[in-house]
């Protein structure tokens, strides 16, 4: 039955995307409802300003990855997603039926960030990527790393990925 489900939630989604306007009250609710729960770990980015601590939810999956933060009608300012690859790969990710605007913090296998793109533009099919190979990006609320300072070449750390 997992599976079932598991099938049925990314059909709706592949659904919703086809659309091309924003998803319904109910859309969002029913995709609440079949949203699995993902491991949460803590997360620190060591910047200029000093340490900043998050707690995250891991999507490591292609299914995770794929629905992200999807439907989430706020984001904690100490939250996030991480989308770790198994090997450094250029990235590009979209905001499709994504309700909020978010900081996309592109970071290389050495725990440096390459690049940050703030505020991105909820709902936009535009790709943001960069131009560089990256071990994961980490998802935080829209304007937080301007908020505290983070920026290019600082330093990001999880279990699992590297250290500070």
Known sequence: MPTRMTAAAALALILLGCRGEPPSA???AAARETRP???RIPLRIRSDTGTHDFTVEVARTPEEQAR???FRESLAPDAG???PFP???PASFWMKNTLIPLDMIFVRADGTIARIAVNTTPHSLAPVGV???VAAVLEIAG???V???IGEGDRVAWSGGPAL
Do not use: D, N, V, Y
Request: glycine share 16%.
């Open 26 to 28: 109910a859309e969002i």
């Open 37 to 39: 729960a993902l491991e």
């Open 68 to 70: 992200g933060l999807m």
């Open 81 to 83: 997603m991480l989308f």
């Open 87 to 89: 090997r450094p790969r």
């Open 131 to 133: 131009g560089e190979p």
């Open 143 to 145: 304007g937080r790393s």
């Open 147 to 149: 908020e505290l300072g």
